[in-house]
């Protein structure tokens, strides 16, 4: 019977080895150490000034506070390339002079992920998500700066997931 558990033990122990886990759900293999990602450009019909800019620096942010992989410039292991292909305010309900009630303001974002060590992992998918806010408020200053962050947060999260936590 001991033999048995001290068999599973070292079974489990050598399969552990070949993927590095982290506390936020990646799981990256050993021979990945660097990730690089490249400019965002913002190809949406209704541009924002300086969107492609910020979104590619919280796709950033987020890969580097979340992973313990390397920022490179060139020849990353892990690559990470698209555009904003979508940004978009648009009315969600209406009050009865025919006004907007809410407003909402969807970006949308092409992805293109590549993986040096496992080309199976790579894909191409669009990831999209929303902000709404009252009918009657300008979406600028720091009412922008928030529908921007929530959009950012959740988009960037998405292709996290997609790319080094395999959902």
Do not use: H
Request: negative net charge; aromatic residues 12%; proline residues 3%.
């Amino acid at each position: 019977m001991r033999s048995i558990i001290t068999n599973i033990l070292i079974f489990c122990c050598v399969v552990s080895c070949s993927v590095k886990y982290s506390l936020t759900g990646a799981s990256i293999s050993p021979e990945t150490k660097s990730f690089q990602v490249n400019f965002f450009q913002n190809n949406a019909p209704l541009i924002e000034p300086g969107l492609d800019r910020n979104f590619t620096n919280k796709l950033t942010d987020l890969l580097l506070n979340q992973t313990s992989l390397e920022l490179v410039k060139f020849n990353g292991d892990l690559i990470y390339e698209g555009e904003i292909v979508e940004y978009r305010i648009s009315p969600t309900t209406a009050t009865a002079n025919n006004t907007a009630a809410q407003n909402r303001l969807t970006i949308g974002v092409n992805v293109r992920f590549f993986d040096k060590n496992n080309s199976e992992l790579d894909f191409e998918k669009r990831f999209s998500f929303y902000f709404d806010y009252p009918g009657n408020a300008q979406l600028i200053g720091s009412q922008l700066e928030t529908a921007l962050d929530e959009i950012f947060e959740r988009i960037t999260q998405d292709i996290f997931n997609s790319s080094l936590a395999n959902w």
